[in-house]
């Protein structure tokens, strides 16, 4: 229902680890990192293809792999971005490399967001917190494209100013004239925020939205969900038109582990984006 397996991985690239080297670091907020990689042979670059929203698995030779999400959109091709939590024994391993590393990359996987569905329409994004990193793959391809998408909308919630990603990229956004941005935070207790101070929900007095006309695109903590969710639908904008990314535990990527099972779907198989049409009676989804 417009969330769609967008790009799957050639067979190769699947199953078999490719060596990726890490070609550039950029710290985010505390514990989060922007890592750059570059495939080291060419044929797999070329082979490699995604779409918003989709992941991939990152593995550390001795130590493991991890699925993570991909930020970098698929308009720019050479250079693969995730942006990483240092989380666990994979990540904290990703965090003692430096430029000039190697990890291997497999992938990509999932159901991302279909750019085909939301072609000639208005969009609404809205993230919370790491949920701007997937996100960001599917804004930027929006961006890169931008006569082919109608009125764009971004809102972003953050818990401080300090918990702000790609801060300095977004800054960039505010002078755009052919996107409304909106950020918020939860909190500012030094009182040096100029934008707004609350949930990112208070956001949505400030935007017109043609119900008939938008889709939606979400992610973030499930918390935010069910507040957002019921702010879009408000709005009379269609459960059908509402698209949610569900990263739960995720492990193997091809639906074997059972890690992420939700109800009677696979997050790394049937999402992680979900129509919300498909999950809203699903107990464990939200």
């Known amino acids: 229902m417009g969330a769609e397996n967008l790009k799957a991985a050639p067979v190769d690239l699947m199953f078999q680890p490719h ?5 550039r670091v950029l710290p985010q907020m ?11 042979d060419d044929d797999a670059m070329l082979l490699f ?15 493991g792999e991890a699925p993570i999400s991909l930020s970098s959109p698929p308009t720019r091709q050479g250079i693969v971005e995730i942006c990483v939590r240092e989380a666990g024994l994979v990540t904290s391993a990703l965090f003692r490399m430096n430029k000039g590393d190697q990890v291997a990359l497999r992938g990509p996987f999932g159901r991302g967001f279909s750019t085909d569905l939301f072609k000639g329409h208005d969009l609404l994004l809205v993230a919370g917190g790491l949920g701007l990193a997937p996100l960001r793959s599917l804004l930027w391809t929006i961006l890169d494209n931008r006569s082919e998408y109608g009125k764009l909308v971004l809102m972003y919630g953050s818990r401080s100013p300090d918990d702000v990603l790609f ?27 100029r934008q707004y101070v609350g949930v990112v929900t208070g956001l949505f007095e400030k935007v017109e939205l043609d119900p008939g006309n938008t889709y939606c695109a979400l992610c973030g903590p499930p918390i935010m969900y069910r ?11 269609s459960p059908k038109r509402i698209f949610v990314s569900l990263e739960r535990m995720m492990k193997c990527g091809v639906g074997k582990c059972g ?4 109800g009677q779907y696979y997050c790394c198989t049937d999402g992680p984006v979900f129509n919300y049409d498909e999950i809203r009676d699903v107990k464990e989804a939200l």
């Not at 505390?30 to 080291?40: A, D, I, N, T």
């Open 227 to 237: 507040f957002v969710i019921r702010e879009i639908l408000k709005k009379k904008i």
């Open 30 to 40: 505390e514990g989060h990192r922007l890592f750059q990689l570059r495939f080291v």
């Open 49 to 63: 293809s995604h779409g918003p929203g989709q992941f991939v698995e990152v593995g550390i030779p001795g130590v």
């Open 259 to 262: 890690h992420c099972a939700i």
């Open 167 to 193: 801060k300095y990229e977004l800054l960039s956004l505010m002078n755009r004239a052919d996107m409304q941005y909106l950020l918020s935070v939860d909190k500012d207790d030094e009182g040096i925020w």
């Open 19 to 23: 060596p990726a080297r890490i070609v």
